[in-house]
């Protein structure tokens, strides 16, 4: 029994060595600051070849006024923020999309006939964005990242963008949202 109890001892030991017992208020985390995920919708899109080879625009056609953002864990952050204070964040490098290109899912309803529709989701790179105003259009210059969807042009209804990983850490430290002039 002697031994049972010392074998088990060094087991305990070297266990807690090897994976030794961090408290939560401790723990590392993965990231040093939060990354935030958007949600823009749009009633209705157009996808179109562009002039330069592999690269397409998509065309919002009356775009929300706002997106909805949201950051994963531990932080858990969401808010909206304005469609023009994101477009002015992208085009003034405020934001760091500048220097990597955000990933992208187009979900939406594909218009097939009268009676005909299909569910679709296309995985894209966002290029680039413009906001036209006198048309309330906003177009991204996208790169499709599988084959589906290269057909075009292509007319959307109920379209939902899901945009991947922006660095916002600057503008949401001034305050909690929409502390910082309503920016968010």
Known sequence: MKHFAFYVL???CGFFLIFPVVPASQAVVDKARPEFLFVHNAKDAV???SGDSGYYTMTLQHPDKYL?????RPYRIAG???LS??????VNNVSDYNAVNPNAVISAVLKKGVMQQENVNYP???MGVSFYKDTETLSF?????TSVGKTTPTKLEHVTVFIDDLDLYGIYQAGPLGACGNCL
Request: aromatic residues 22%; without cysteine.
């Open 10 to 12: 060094i087991f305990l």
């Open 80 to 82: 909206l923020m304005r």
């Open 124 to 126: 894209v790179q966002l």
């Open 47 to 49: 996808i179109e070849k």
């Open 141 to 145: 210059k996208i790169k499709f990242l």
């Open 68 to 72: 909805t953002y949201f950051s994963d």
């Open 85 to 90: 204070k994101f477009i002015a964040d992208w």
